[in-house]
């Protein structure tokens, strides 16, 4: 049973209320709602979105996303593996072999701690070939909950900068975790 938020129901009534068309938006989107996810993800004073850096696209939800991030990529960086937390979303796995992938894992969880297993997993980060790609959760790790420290992501940015992997962050759950802007923090230092 998936409950639908009191937030969404008035969303939808307003929607409703001021639809005057049936028509069909762009293959990306509607342009007003891209730019404002855009400022709602990275913040409105993102230099990224003042360089011009950003693009965004609609689509059938967060696993429709994933499949077409997933798609994108397939797309401009053939041969490349794909590492995922283990554990990790269900889906993950089944998304990215279906765009033609290999699938990894590298550690996360620490279930004698019920947290990061961090040392595990910046040891294997820094052992993933330039070129390869990333799958991390932004906040609100699925399906342990377990996020990482603001320190953490610091040094996997760093480790990413430093290997040349790919960051893919799933960021799915935004203003779940502590706030709409704490949860973007790990998106920020990836734009920088």
């Not at 409703?16 to 028509?23: H, N, R, S």
């Amino acid at each position: 049973h998936t409950p639908v938020l009191k937030c969404i129901k008035t969303a939808e009534h307003r929607l409703l209320e001021k639809q005057d068309t049936k028509g069909y938006l762009p293959i990306s989107g509607d342009p007003c709602y891209g730019e404002n996810v855009q400022k709602l993800i990275l913040g409105a004073g993102s230099k990224a979105l003042a360089a011009g850096r950003c693009a965004t696209i609609q689509t059938p939800g967060g696993t429709g996303a994933l499949r077409v991030g997933a798609d994108l990529l397939a797309r401009f960086c053939p041969g490349a593996k794909v590492w995922v937390s283990n554990p990790t979303w269900v889906n993950h796995k089944g998304i990215f072999a279906a765009a033609g992938f290999a699938v990894g894992d590298y550690p996360y969880y620490d279930p004698a701690t019920k947290g990061v297993d961090f040392d595990g997993m910046v040891a294997m980060l820094e052992n993933i070939p330039a070129g390869d790609i990333v799958l991390m959760h932004v906040c609100c790790h699925n399906p342990t909950g377990v996020d990482l420290s603001s320190e953490q992501w610091d040094r996997v940015v760093a480790v990413a900068v430093k290997r040349g992997w790919i960051p893919f962050l799933d960021f799915a759950y935004q203003g779940f975790g502590e706030s709409i802007e704490a949860d973007r923090a790990a998106v920020e230092k990836f734009a920088g």
